[in-house]
């Protein structure tokens, strides 16, 4: 069964860090660019990064930008997010996500997502 | 960055219906366009990709329309479990946008 499975999240203070993993199994995983969403307790989707399969393409959303960090262990089939300098609008479940087509497309559609992973940042 | 905009914002609709929910963008792409539903406290679910193309094992009363900068969601025939919020993405241009989503409820 192909599956994603997030971690990482929980209750933390403003500007300090967190890091959330996303598990993969039931496909290759060196096939396919990820990506992290997120959304805020009763709002709508928000991309908040994505990397290629060989983590030679990376892209950030610019709320995220200079503070957030995404990573992937194709050995270990794992995405990561490093998040510094958290704030009270990086509350959110986040959600990782695979593109339904395999290298070398550039972009895809997001065919499979985690079950998030919430992060509340909060004093 | 490409701003996507889905009207309605929300919809009351009864089984049997035909529900159709718009995406504009704010500049124009070929067919980098997507369609997701979310259920409350699930993650979201491809329905269309592609602009058109119907994600395995969907139901075939979902379709999708449309390129430039506008596209269509239809249900042709609204079932129980179709209740949920929708939304449209492109993948065209970093940053990937989402519409603001669309919430079909009961009449």
């Known amino acids: 069964e192909v599956q994603l499975v997030e971690s990482g999240g929980g209750l933390i203070q403003p500007d300090r860090s967190l890091r959330l993993s996303c598990a993969a199994s039931?496909?290759?995983?060196?096939?396919?660019?990820m990506h992290w969403v997120r959304q805020a307790p009763g709002k709508g989707l928000e991309w908040v990064s994505s990397i290629s399969w060989n983590s030679g393409s990376i892209g950030y959303a610019d709320s995220v930008k200079g503070r957030f960090t995404i990573s992937r262990d194709n050995a270990k089939n794992s995405l990561y997010l490093q998040m510094n300098s958290l704030r009270a609008e990086d509350t959110a479940l986040y959600y990782c996500?695979?593109?339904?087509?395999?290298?070398?497309?550039?972009?895809?559609?997001?065919?499979?997502w985690g079950q998030g992973t919430m992060v509340i940042v909060s004093s | 960055a490409i701003r996507m905009t889905q009207s309605p914002s929300s919809l009351s609709a009864s089984t049997g219906d035909r529900v159709t929910i718009t995406c504009r963008a704010s500049q124009g792409f070929s067919s980098f366009l997507a369609w997701y539903q979310q259920k409350p406290g699930k993650a979201p679910k491809l329905l269309i990709y592609?602009?058109?193309t119907l994600q395995s094992g969907v139901p075939s009363r979902f379709s999708g329309s449309g390129s430039g900068t506008d596209f269509t969601l239809t249900i042709s025939c609204l079932q129980s479990e179709d209740f949920a919020t929708y939304y449209c993405q492109q993948y065209y241009s970093y940053p990937w946008t989402f519409g603001q989503g669309t919430k079909v409820e009961i009449k």
């Open positions: 592609a602009a058109s």
């Open positions: 996500a695979k593109v339904n087509v395999i290298v070398p497309a550039a972009t895809g559609a997001f065919d499979i």
């Open positions: 039931g496909f290759t995983f060196d096939d396919y660019a």
